[in-house]
């Protein structure tokens, strides 16, 4: 038998250095998807398996966002003061600029069937659509702060509240012990309990909660947080009739027929040594604030078949102008956001293997 050419049966040096090199690099890469994936780290958080926690305490409801699975769908446009452009380069806080929102308002939690008095906090999420094609998407929420600082600790949060088949509810003891070992909630608690439920979306002010900066045609950046605060009274939300349980919707859509609701966005600015990166920690109320302009929802549409239902309010999603702080709840959200939309959407479309939504009420 003829012998292979020693040129063929060993490649010289360099390229097999080469190929080893590629091979490092392969594993590498395969190794990095590995972990982000969870698949070797099996005790490592993932977008899953917060995903997986959300659907444990608020039920099997395919087809539905798995936290604030129930709400309803609006639109409107916001309105540049102006007063902001000098500290964004963001096109829709240009003077005179009038840019189109889609919005939704829900309340927390997986249950799309849920009494909307059974949680003290409304959320208003939002998609601006700027006129150069970039969009910006905010998800806030009718409270100050947030319990916890880290994904970690909130994953560790929905845990310790999963109801016990027994009675329904959080064991009081589990519940208990994941405060008592976390006393970054204390603030959080301190304002729950005398957080009482909305009887309408209207007249809520929202938080973005998490920090982000603003970014100026000179290069200058600056951390915020923002609100929208509603031009509509609170007295004038009358309250709900005994026993009803949808009264959220109902309110909101007697108002419109009315005319169109107005919140202010106001952008608050951190001063010195205030904390950018922890959603637990509440700035003081004598900051700096610019009232940026008016967003104005004229029309309501339910969320199974309006403008909402296909929007995933991922609060990285920024125009040029708006830049994410480096609150590790952000890019949790951004993935968590991620895994929840296509879990929904699949079982929607009714792809094999998802579960078929038994009623389409989104």
């Known amino acids: 038998m003829t012998q292979e050419p020693a040129s063929r049966a060993h490649p010289p040096a360099h390229t097999a250095w080469r190929w080893a090199l590629i091979g490092l690099a392969v594993a590498g890469t ?31 409801h395919p087809g539905y966002r798995r936290n604030h699975a129930k709400g309803v769908c609006v639109a409107g446009r916001f309105e540049s003061s102006g007063a902001l452009a000098g500290y964004s380069t963001a096109g829709l806080f240009a003077a005179g600029t009038t840019t189109p929102v889609v919005g939704r308002l829900a309340i927390p939690g997986g249950n799309p ?10 959320s208003f999420a939002l998609r601006f659509d700027l006129a150069d094609g970039e969009q910006w998407r ?30 329904g509810k959080p064991d009081p003891a589990k519940a208990g012990a994941f405060f008592k070992s976390h006393p970054e909630t204390a603030a959080f608690l301190a304002w729950i309990k005398t957080a009482k439920p909305s009887a309408s979306y209207a007249t809520e002010t929202y938080d973005s909660i998490n920090a982000f900066y603003l970014r100026d045609a000179a290069g200058q ?5 923002w609100r929208v605060v509603p031009e509509q009274p609170p007295e004038g939300d009358g309250g709900p009739a005994a026993g009803d349980t949808d009264y959220l919707a109902a309110d909101l859509a007697k108002r419109l027929a009315a005319g169109p609701l107005r919140w202010h966005l106001r952008m608050v600015f951190a001063a010195a040594g205030d904390p950018v990166d922890d959603a637990t920690r509440a700035w003081p109320d004598d900051r ?19 403008p909402c239902r ?15 702080s480096g609150d590790p709840l952000l890019a949790a959200r951004s993935a968590a956001y991620a895994d929840s939309y296509l879990r929904r959407t699949s079982e929607e479309a009714h792809i094999p293997g998802t579960a078929r939504p038994k009623e389409d009420k989104r």
């Open 30 to 60: 395969a190794a990095a998807f590995g972990y982000v994936g969870g698949w070797l780290a099996p005790h490592r958080l993932t977008p899953a398996r917060l995903i997986d926690a959300l659907q444990a305490n608020g039920g099997e």
């Open 113 to 122: 069937y849920a009494p909307d008095s059974s949680v003290p906090i409304r």
């Open 138 to 167: 905010t998800g806030m929420n009718a409270m100050p702060l947030f319990p916890v600082a880290t994904p970690q600790a909130f994953y560790a949060l929905q845990v310790a509240t999963h109801p016990d088949p027994a009675t």
């Open 221 to 225: 950046r600056r951390a915020v947080r």
């Open 288 to 306: 700096q604030v610019v009232d940026a302009g008016t967003l104005v929802i004229d029309r309501t549409q339910p969320q199974a078949d309006g």
């Open 310 to 324: 296909d929007v995933n309010y991922d609060p990285t999603i920024l125009p040029r102008g708006i830049e994410v």
